[in-house]
């Protein structure tokens, strides 16, 4: 389906004017015919004929302005004539077409609590018995109008296992427009429903391909060696590929995909208390190591000290001892308490 656009249209304040003006020559021929009636000799032929045209135009004088349009900035109206694609209307005017023209949109009625696209709704309390019930009436007649200003997907959040089989819950925002009005409404049924469930699909086809935290052996990239890409250190990479993904899926709905970004990211609560664990045992282990190496170069710094400068003379017991001592003094978790030995070794 290609995509016509109905430049020519922008007449509505003409055809306005036109149709006051038949409206008063009407009302003008309907009471020319009117005072005929009461004439000696009847009416004459003339008035009979000013009487019908004006009281038909009275009557169904209305059907030419069903033909009337109006677009604000950043819409558009799809225009069928009984069942055929005869153009789109673009740009903000006071357009006129032909009245027995109706605009369709099946996505009017759809709401997917985006940005721009809330109704707008009052809760109103319904009682049944002793229980009471809030229930959401919407008063807002759907518009046929399609936005072509860039609109924000905020999607559910999902469960998803990682390339490791950990289940993480991860959530998307997707910021999108519509680029190709007879596309969108023709090509698909409803291209807002069409483009959350492709949103579902592509975040759940990339996050199986990452882990969530980096982990060895993993090919994130599809070449066939492992790098170091994850979930939570590769956040912009992720969301690049989910928004590639999805805009490969819409290009048939007309649709343009600007950016997704990943705005929320954590294990699932089932393991989350244990994966927690995980890395606060990785922290320690991590801390632990870098003390004692520290420890370890400190040890050796003094032993060489003492041996440059012949401050004492240890042989390799009391070197043993002196080692001992100082790798508990500066691995230990608390201050030292040391112990005054006035005795000898020996």
Aim: hydrophobic share 45%.
């Amino acid at each position: 389906m290609k995509e016509m656009i109905l430049s020519k249209k922008q007449n509505g304040m003409a055809m306005l004017l036109l149709i006051l003006l038949l409206y008063a020559a009407g009302i003008a021929l309907f009471v020319f015919g009117v005072t005929g009636f009461g004439a000696e000799g009847g009416i004459a032929p003339v008035q009979m004929i000013a009487f019908i045209i004006g009281l038909i135009w009275m009557c169904l004088g209305w059907i030419p302005a069903l033909g009337f349009k109006i677009l604000k900035p950043q819409e558009a109206l799809v225009l069928t004539l009984f069942g055929k694609y005869v153009g789109t209307l673009k740009g903000d005017g006071f357009y006129y077409v032909n009245p027995f023209c109706t605009g369709f949109n099946p996505a009017a009625g759809t709401k997917l609590r985006q940005s721009g696209d809330v109704a707008a709704a009052s809760p109103i309390a319904l009682s049944s018995g002793d229980t009471k019930q809030d229930v959401t009436v919407s008063m807002q007649i759907p518009s046929k109008k399609i936005s072509l200003k860039i609109m924000t997907l905020n999607n559910n959040r999902q469960k998803i296992n990682d390339c490791l089989g950990n289940p993480v819950e991860i959530g998307i925002a997707v910021m999108w427009r519509v680029t190709d009005t007879a596309k969108a409404v023709f090509n698909v049924d409803n291209y807002k429903e069409y483009l959350s469930l492709q949103c579902d699909s592509a975040l759940r086809n990339i996050v199986r391909v990452y882990p969530y935290d980096v982990a060895p052996n993993v090919d994130t990239t599809g070449d066939g060696v492992a790098d170091e890409g994850s979930l939570r250190g590769s956040s912009e990479v992720v969301a690049a590929r989910i928004r590639d993904e999805i805009q490969q899926k819409v290009e048939e709905a007309g649709l343009e995909i600007l950016e997704a970004r990943i705005t929320y990211l954590a294990y699932a609560p089932e393991i989350a208390a244990v994966m927690l664990q995980r890395q606060q045992a990785s922290a320690i282990i991590d801390a632990r190591k870098m003390i004692v190496d520290g420890a370890v170069g400190m040890v050796e710094m003094a032993l060489d000290r003492l041996s440059e400068k012949n401050t004492v003379e240890l042989d390799e017991e009391r070197k043993a001892a002196m080692v001992s001592n100082l790798l508990v003094v500066l691995c230990g978790n608390h201050d030292a308490q040391p112990v005054v030995n006035s005795g000898s070794l020996y």
